[in-house]
C-alpha cells in the first residue's frame, strides 16, 4: 500500500427496486425551485419522469425543466443549462438519466455563477471552483459511469475536437443518488453493453499500474469476477434482477474513488477513448472496448507480473508449464472473448474512425503518466492503427 491518503465519500445512496420512495425525503432538504435535468426523452417512454413529476408535485416543488442533454454532453448546452439555473434561482439540481445526464448537471452545478468561460476554466485550465455550488441529486437510470457517486463531469467541445472530463472533489458529488436497478431494464442492449465494458475499463483502469502489494487491487479482482459473471446473464436476460442489481452496485464502487486509494492509476484506455469520441460523438463504453485489447498487448511487457495475475486470478488460466508471458497472453486472449461474447465493438472503423483522423485523435489524447509505459505520440498512432485491423 502506497501513500497518504484522505477518504471521504459524501454521496448518500438508496438502493433497491423501491429506492425511489426516498426522494420525497431529500427534497425536504432544499428549497422550492428544482431544476429536473434529462435526455433525449426515455424517461418519457419508461414512465420514471411521470413517477419523478408525480413526487415533485407531492412536495409542491416549483419546477424548471432542462431536457434534451445528449450523450457526450456539448459546452453549447452547458451554456444552456446555465442561464435556466441562473435565472430561475433553483436550489437543486434533480438530473434523471445516466452519466451523460449527471456530469451535465455537476457542470451546471458549477458553472451557473462561475464569473468566467467554464470551459476555459474548469476544462483547459483545469481550476477549482470559487464560486457557488448548486447542490445535485441523481435518479440513475443507465449503469456505467459511476457519476452517480463521485466527482467526474466530461463536457465535449465539437469545434475544438476536444472532450475532457474534470474531476471535481467531493463538494461536487452528488448529494443523493437513487439506484433502482428495474429503471435500467428499458436501455437497448447497445447502451446495456457498453456501459458493462465502461465498468471493466473503469477497473482495469486503476488495477494496471504499481507493482506493490495493494488491498484494492483484490478488491478490483472480486468486482470484475462479479462483474463478468452477471453480465453474462444479463446479456442471456436484461430482465434479471439479481444480475442487473449486482452490476448496477459494481459500477458504482468501479469509480467512487475508493479503489483508486493508494495506489498509482493508468486511465490511458479513457484517455484515447475519449479523443476517439470527440472526433466521432460515439458511445463512450464502446470507444473504450475498440482500443483496450492493443492497448494492453502494448503495455503487457511492461507490466508483466501484473497481467500474469490478471489472467490466473480474474480468468482462471491455468498457470502450468507455460512462461510468464504465456500466461499474461492468454488471460488478455479471454478477456478478448469474453468481449466479444458480449456483443462489444471492438474496431473502431465500427465507430466511423477513418485513417485521416488518427493524428488528430493522438494530439487530443492527453498523455497520463500513472500506468506500466508513458506512451508516445508514435505508440498511441500504432494503437490506434492496431485497432483499425
Ligand atoms: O437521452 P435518453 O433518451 O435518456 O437516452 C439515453 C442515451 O441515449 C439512453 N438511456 C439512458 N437510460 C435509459 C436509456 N434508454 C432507455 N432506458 C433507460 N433506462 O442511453 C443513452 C446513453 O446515455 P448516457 O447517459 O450518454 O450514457 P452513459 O451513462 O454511458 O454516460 C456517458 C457519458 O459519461 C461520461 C462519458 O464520457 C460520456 O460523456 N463519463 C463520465 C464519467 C464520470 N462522471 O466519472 C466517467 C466515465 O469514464 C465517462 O467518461
Ligand atoms: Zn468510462
Redesign the pocket.
Known sequence: MLGNFTYSNPTKLYFGDKALENLKTELNNYGQNIMLV??????KK?GIYQQVIYILKECNKTVFEDPGVM???TVEKLYEGCKIAKDNNVDLILAV???????YSKAVSVSAYCEEDPWDKYYLRMEDVSNKIIPVGCVL??V????EM?G???ITNHQSKL?I?HVFGDNVFPKFSILNPT??F???KY?MV??FY?IMS?ILEQYFSGDDDNTSDYIMEGLLKSLIHSSKIAVENPQDYEARSNIMWIATWA?NTLVAKGKTTDWMV?MIG?SV?AYTDAT??MTLAAVSIPYYKHIMPYGLNKFKRYAINVWNVNPQNKTDEEIALEGLNEMENYMKEIGLVMNLKDLNVTEDMLDGITDGTFIMEGGYKILNHEEIVEILKESMR
Open positions: 434529462y435526455g433525449g426523452g426515455s424517461i419508461n450523450p457526450n454532453p438519466g445516466g452519466g451523460s445526464v449527471c456530469d437510470t443507465m456505467g459511469t459511476g457519476s463521485n467526474g463531469s466530461v472532450k472530463g429503471f435500467t428499458t436501455l437497448p447502451q457498453a456501459g465502461d473503469h469509480l479513457h475519449q469520441g463512450h463504453g
